[in-house]
């Protein structure tokens, strides 16, 4: 059964950072490309970037409002992916999924986290 | 990137159908078979209802069809039931490499 379980949500100070983790389990991480997805309280999903698998050359793409203050990254030997987010901002509270990234699907977000929330607050 | 354009709502009796539609431009809806549909209720994690236009993944009632014309794609509920009624995402790969969501639509069943 695919698993993937986030960490690192916690209440942060506006201009601070914060390390997101997600431990997946449950099919070969090493070959999957993965994504991150937000979604701010009572609002819609937010896609926030994805990596490549290393077999794929292990590039990130991200969309242009987080450009330059988050970083998505991998540790294959340890099943994990990362989401590190700098500057961060009173917008960026959310709940923040990792996903799964179906390259093999046209990119379609087949398996979802439960998700661990970020609060900006002074 | 703009997100993509869904009507806020959207409503049919038991039984019925209902379309939502994803308005984007060429530069994603109209450039790529790769839009995808997600349905969340609320306090659930969204799950992957349409890929690639029109696919259902295992797990996805056959109810469910996605379409696409143009710039604009879309996706039916036929034969409504009320568990049916959740929020719907769509989704399109774009030019610059990213997924682009759409607003989202609150789907009511009457």
């Known amino acids: 059964e695919v698993q993937l379980v986030e960490s690192g949500g916690d209440l942060v100070k506006p201009g601070g950072s914060l390390r997101l983790s997600c431990a997946a389990s449950g099919f070969t991480f090493s070959n999957s490309w993965m994504s991150w997805v937000r979604q701010a309280p009572g609002k819609g999903l937010e896609w926030l970037g994805r990596?490549?698998?290393?077999?794929?050359?292990?590039?990130?793409d991200y969309p242009t409002f987080v450009k330059g203050r988050f970083t998505i990254s991998r540790d294959d030997s340890r099943n994990t992916l990362y989401l590190q987010m700098n500057s961060l901002k009173i917008e960026d509270t959310a709940v923040y999924h990792c996903?799964?990234?179906?390259?093999?699907?046209?990119?379609?977000?087949?398996?979802w986290g439960q998700g661990t929330l970020v609060t900006v607050s002074s | 990137q703009s997100a993509l354009t869904q009507p806020p709502s959207a409503s049919g009796s038991p039984g019925q159908s209902v379309t939502i539609s994803c308005t984007g431009t060429?530069?994603?809806?109209?450039?790529?078979?790769?839009v995808s549909w997600y349905q969340q209720h609320p306090g659930k994690v969204p799950k992957l209802m349409i890929y690639e236009v029109s696919k259902r993944p295992s797990g996805a009632p056959d109810r469910f069809s996605g379409s696409k014309s143009g710039n604009t794609a879309a996706l039916t509920i036929s034969g409504l039931q009320a568990e049916d009624e959740a929020d719907y995402y769509c989704?399109?790969?774009?030019?610059?490499?990213?997924?682009?969501f759409g607003g989202g639509t609150k789907l009511t069943v009457l």
């Open positions: 989704s399109s790969y774009a030019v610059t490499k990213t997924i682009i």
């Open positions: 060429s530069s994603d809806v109209g450039g790529y078979n790769y």
């Open positions: 996903t799964t990234y179906n390259v093999r699907i046209g990119g379609a977000l087949d398996y």
């Open positions: 990596i490549k698998s290393k077999t794929d050359g292990g590039t990130t």
